[in-house]
């Protein structure tokens, strides 16, 4: 398993196109993706679990994957969230 923390840096948050934008790229991966925010904990492949998080500017997440590109799929969800989804 890998584990990163990531803060949402992009002034919106992950708001509905930055989350399908997580949710496409995290099922690109042959990995479980899994995403925590608080006590809460959802599945980084479903749109719906990824925005009940309602992660704000500044919100810490940390993304837990398994499987065979478990390292894969973390190094691309944290680049894409540092870089701010392409909105900043």
Do not use: W, Y
Request: charged share 30%.
């Amino acid at each position: 398993m890998d584990e990163r923390t990531v803060r949402i840096r992009n002034r919106l948050g992950m708001h509905a196109r930055p989350a399908a934008e997580f949710v496409k790229l995290a099922g690109s991966f042959d990995a479980d993706v899994t995403v925590c925010r608080g006590d809460l904990e959802v599945n980084g492949k479903s749109i719906m679990g990824v925005l009940m998080l309602a992660a704000e500017q500044g919100a810490e997440m940390v993304i837990r994957t398994r499987g065979r590109q478990r390292s894969e799929a973390a190094d691309a969800l944290v680049t894409l969230i540092e870089n701010g989804f392409g909105e900043n």
